[in-house]
T-cell receptor, first 115, second 116 residues
Framework: DTAVSQTPKYLVTQMGNDKSIKCEQN?????MYWYKQDSKKFLKIMFSYNNKELIINETVPNRFSPKSPDKAHLNLHINSLELGDSAVYFC??????????????FGPGTRLTVL | AQKITQTQPGMFVQEKEAVTLDCTYD???????LFWYKQPSSGEMIFLIYQGSYDQQNATEGRYSLNFQKARKSANLVISASQLGDSAMYFC?????????????FGTGTRLKVLA
């Protein structure tokens, strides 16, 4: 069984479109995260939710909006996509809020390409 | 300002040998966490090891150990008995609090190649 799943795995879209990436974890974890990895492999945390409550909200454009309908899901909606949004987006989950000794489990990533 | 630095863009190691990947950090906050992640060429991210700033002992997980030198502000990852499957990008990361807000930053990564 997949612990953290993301859909879609690949997403190719035109500039200006609105798209969503879904994330689900079946580990019973309380905390979920979104990370962005750019073409130079630079990683940045974007958001974190703990029990459906937003706890990390890094300086990302407000075109990005996370939504957590329940603690097993954390979706990422992106409005008015721009070329610079092209990246790999990783979802992750952990039982506890980091910092902790708790392992984070990552999804397989969603490669977003904006044309 | 808080910062994480990985100075080795690439490293080679012979199979079965040990290798150390460097990570230095900068923070004035006494409470922080240090993490290492592995990213193979397939792209997935794998959490390896965690060290808390108040932990007295160095963290170990199987063949991975974190050489935590608080005074030097370094958190090097040591991989013992390297295997071909260890070839990957390795990222160091740090968590900390700033004005009541939780923050999490990554280094630029080190690409490790294990040679047969």
């Amino acid at each position: 069984d997949t612990a953290v799943s993301q859909t879609p795995k690949y997403l190719v879209t035109q500039m200006g479109n609105d798209k969503s990436i879904k994330c689900e974890q079946n580990l019973g974890h309380d905390t979920m995260y979104w990370y962005k990895q750019d073409s130079k492999k630079f990683l940045k945390i974007m958001f974190s939710y703990n029990n459906k409550e937003l706890i990390i909200n890094e300086t990302v454009p407000n075109r990005f909006s996370p939504k957590s309908p329940d603690k097993a899901h954390l979706n990422l909606h992106i409005n008015s996509l721009e070329l610079g949004d092209s990246a790999v987006y990783f979802c992750a989950s952990s039982q506890l809020l980091v910092p902790s000794t708790d392992t984070q489990y990552f999804g397989p990533g969603t490669r977003l390409t904006v044309l | 300002a808080q910062k994480i630095t990985q100075t080795q863009p690439g490293m080679f190691v012979q199979e079965k040998e040990a290798v150390t990947l460097d990570c230095t950090y900068d923070t004035s906050d006494p409470s922080y966490g240090l993490f290492w992640y592995k990213q193979p060429s397939s792209g997935e991210m794998i959490f390896l090891i965690y060290q808390g700033s108040y932990d007295q002992q160095n963290a170990t997980e199987g063949r991975y150990s974190l050489n935590f030198q608080k005074a030097r502000k370094s958190a090097n990852l040591v991989i013992s008995a390297s295997q071909l499957g260890d070839s990957a990008m390795y990222f160091c990361a740090m968590s900390f609090w700033v004005s009541g807000t939780y923050k999490y930053i990554f280094g630029t990564g080190t690409r490790l190649k294990v040679l047969a």
